[in-house]
């Protein structure tokens, strides 16, 4: 199996950007953005420029360019490889609380926890003591704040359950794109269906999957990112958050399907 068909360390993943943006220094760059709780650096890839030989991605790539971030929770990815694989949170502690930890997916100062989040440190969902608490949220949000004129699109992936989402997750309240994000959201599911034979679900959060205030996805909305989608990728839950090696590729071949139906539309749009 190939590198990319395998999980890797948290290490292996700094090696591989370094490598990687040294290999393909004329169309990659690394974008140092902040630095985590246990001050580990948080970077984002930039792809810039076609020379591509996919024909899809060479369009995308001769309009766009492409922001990667590769591992925003660098503790709690590292934490879930030294000692507790189904680790979710941050690796932060605050104040007298008791408990390690903040869910960065309920950080975020977009219906910060309300309705759908906890104020338990001690929860998986603990939303923090105040939005952006988490060095990693406040390094992905001034980054998009910085860059907001000029971001088309911003997708979060996640897994498990295989939907594609958009705002809003912090209320039941429909947004003021709801059917064209509907729209877009359906033509994704409708070509990774055709692609691979597998049913991914599409709507608004909050009705979709449930209430969640403090998503980057609301967030990045409701600073004028219009198309802002959370993929939550494979599987329905035979497996659930333990996605087997041999899932990897096909899981990564509908992501990416998705991204440039995203982009397809975004670029007719512009
Ligand atoms: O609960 C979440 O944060 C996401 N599901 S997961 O199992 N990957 O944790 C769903 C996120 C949906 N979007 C927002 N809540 N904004
Ligand atoms: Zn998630």
Redesign the pocket.
């Known amino acids: 199996a190939s590198y990319y068909e395998q999980y890797h360390s948290l290490n292996e993943i700094y090696f591989w950007m370094e490598e990687i943006t040294k290999m393909h220094a004329d169309l990659l760059q690394k974008i140092y953005v902040g630095s985590s709780y246990e001050k580990r650096p948080l970077y984002i890839l930039k792809a810039t420029h076609y020379r591509e030989k996919d024909r899809v991605m060479k369009t995308l790539l001769q309009h766009l360019d492409f922001y990667v971030m590769p591992v925003m929770n660098v503790d709690g990815y590292d934490y879930t490889w030294t000692t507790n694989r189904m680790w ?1 949170k941050s690796r932060s502690k605050h104040g007298d609380n008791k408990c390690i930890g903040t ?1 960065m ?2 950080n975020f100062d ?1 219906g910060w926890c309300g309705k ?1 989040a906890s104020h338990n440190d001690c929860h998986e ?1 603990y939303c923090g003591p105040y939005p952006e608490s988490e060095p990693e949220v406040k390094a992905v949000a001034n980054f998009l704040q910085k860059h907001k004129n000029h971001i088309k699109a911003y997708i ?1 992936m ?4 295989q939907m594609v ?1 958009f ?4 209320t039941k309240n429909k947004s003021k794109d709801h059917d064209e994000l509907l729209r877009v959201a359906n033509k994704v599911t409708d070509a990774i269906r055709t692609t691979s034979q597998k049913i991914y679900d599409s709507g608004p ?1 909050a009705q979709t ?2 209430l ?7 967030w990045a909305y409701d600073l004028g990112i219009k198309y802002s989608f ?1 993929f ?1 990728l494979r599987d329905k839950g035979t497996h659930g958050f333990l996605l087997p090696t041999n899932l990897i590729k096909p899981t990564c071949i509908e992501a990416l399907t998705g991204i440039k139906m995203i982009a397809l539309h975004v670029i007719k749009n512009i």
């Open positions: 979710r869910d997916n309920r977009a759908g969902i979060t996640h897994s498990y359950s989402l705002p809003y997750s912090y959060g999957i449930y969640a205030p403090g998503g980057s996805d609301d959370t939550e």
